[in-house]
């Protein structure tokens, strides 16, 4: 009641109470939303409203601050992977890999959703994107897994949260982002992810086979392969699988930086699909780079809008106001962790996943760095929170992706998707409380 009377009399006053503005931010934001704007636009009008409105700072800074935003070297891994990811997912690397999986485990009790899971997470460390992990795998194991008599919900379902392991296992676009923020390690995170993705495999790999099971009859195994077929398979994902050892291996060893390790992931990608498998040709490369440069595009500019706004309310101290209340100066750092992860998971729900991470990542490392939190395990939770969000409804992105790559009714889609929700659930809780989880591959190999 006091904090409505104080909003109030702020507004009645006509003084710029942190309520206020608060309150207009928001609600210029979420009227151009609704008005169908990207939301590039939001960000913009609502640090230009507030610094006009509001403040008396010159606007030029907006422009000082999204060069800033654009500026860090780490930044420059993310057109190289997201260019390797495009030429590998225009090429044959999903099905080798899909290929070995199956060879080994397709035949058992659970086997293709237990390969699919495995190899979304594969080729995760090939993409580092979930989309275009929803949309390579689940073209070639969707068919399959109906044939078997799995039901739509659940493959779906399946799909879009095994596609969002991406978002963990390196390289990943989210803690490259996250790194620049919060000027932590992008090859700690990197290694530091991996422990939390495999382990999320693990736990859909588990559920997949108990729902299997619980399906009895209905599910049609695969016939189990020969020796003479693994070893086949295993000769044609040996090069895929190169692509993630160049990158983990190339960083854990110190031979190359994040950046660097892009930068070859580009070449090897090129030779892989162009020169040993031939399936792409130079034309198609051209095509790829458009691809990659429209997205870049896209990503900068949010980074640097992202940048932005974030400076204008860290500067007019409104998330330290709002935030006040929660007294997280004296919490324990598990309660501290579990705020972050909650604002990021709600923030995520409704906004792109990286619009999240530019706003509310400025706002928390204080705190984080106040409770004495790790940024490395931070950085990995927060990106957990990402991979749910984008799994979620309302307007998670893989389910948009899956909606236009199945052709399937919404509620259709979403139908499957509480089970892996509480799973994705639970492991936020073992990262919170069982951090080595996380920062036990890190410590063993970097300090």
Aim: aromatic share 12%.
């Amino acid at each position: 009641m006091d904090t409505l009377i104080q909003f109030f009399s702020g507004m009645i006053a006509g003084e710029p109470d942190i309520y206020v503005m608060a309150f207009t931010l928001v609600g210029v934001m979420v009227i151009l939303l609704f008005l169908s704007f990207p939301m590039i636009v939001p960000l913009a009008i609502g640090s230009l409203i507030g610094l006009v409105h509001f403040s008396d700072v010159d606007t030029q800074v907006i422009i000082q601050q999204m060069i800033t935003g654009i500026s860090p070297n780490a930044l420059i891994a993310v057109p190289m992977f997201i260019l390797a990811a495009d030429i590998m997912t225009r090429g044959h690397t999903a099905n080798n890999l899909l290929g070995l999986i199956e060879a080994f485990v397709g035949h058992l009790r659970g086997g293709l959703p237990i390969t699919t899971c495995i190899s979304c997470t594969l080729f995760g460390s090939v993409s580092g994107s979930t989309q275009a992990t929803v949309v390579s795998i689940g073209q070639i194991m969707r068919p399959k897994l109906l044939k078997a008599g799995y039901k739509d919900s659940f493959v779906m379902a399946l799909i879009i949260n095994a596609s969002d392991i991406a978002f963990l296992i390196p390289p990943s676009i989210g803690l490259i982002i996250y790194g620049t923020l919060a000027n932590a390690s992008v090859g700690e995170l990197f290694i530091a992810g991996i422990g939390p993705g495999v382990v999320l495999a693990i736990f859909f790999s588990f559920y997949s086979y108990i729902y299997s099971v619980s399906q009895g009859s209905r599910i049609t195994l695969v016939e189990k392969t020969d020796f003479a077929q693994k070893i086949q398979a295993l000769k044609k994902a040996i090069l895929p699988l190169g692509f993630p050892a160049l990158i983990v291996g190339g960083i854990y060893s110190g031979m190359v930086t994040p950046t660097e390790a892009a930068s070859f992931s580009v070449l090897y990608a090129v030779l892989l699909e162009c020169v040993i498998y031939k399936e792409l040709k130079f034309s198609d490369l051209l095509e790829t780079a458009l691809s990659t440069g429209l997205i870049t595009a896209v990503v900068f500019i949010l980074v640097g809008i992202g940048q932005a706004f974030s400076w204008y309310i860290s500067f007019e101290q409104i998330p330290q106001e709002l935030l006040a209340p929660l007294n997280l100066a004296d919490s324990s750092p598990e309660f501290v962790l579990f705020v972050i992860a909650l604002a990021f998971f709600i923030g995520c729900m409704f906004v792109d996943s990286i619009v999240v991470l530019l706003i509310l990542t400025p706002i928390f490392m204080p705190i984080a760095n106040a409770a004495g939190l790790d940024p490395v395990l931070v950085g990995v939770v927060v990106t957990l929170q990402m991979a749910i969000g984008s799994a979620t409804p309302p307007f998670g992105c893989d389910i948009f992706t899956a909606i236009a790559i199945f052709n399937k009714p919404y509620m259709q889609v979403i139908k499957g998707t509480p089970a892996f929700i509480l799973i994705l659930f639970f492991m936020s809780g073992l990262l919170i409380f069982f951090p080595g989880i996380a920062l036990f591959l890190r410590d063993l190999f970097l300090n």
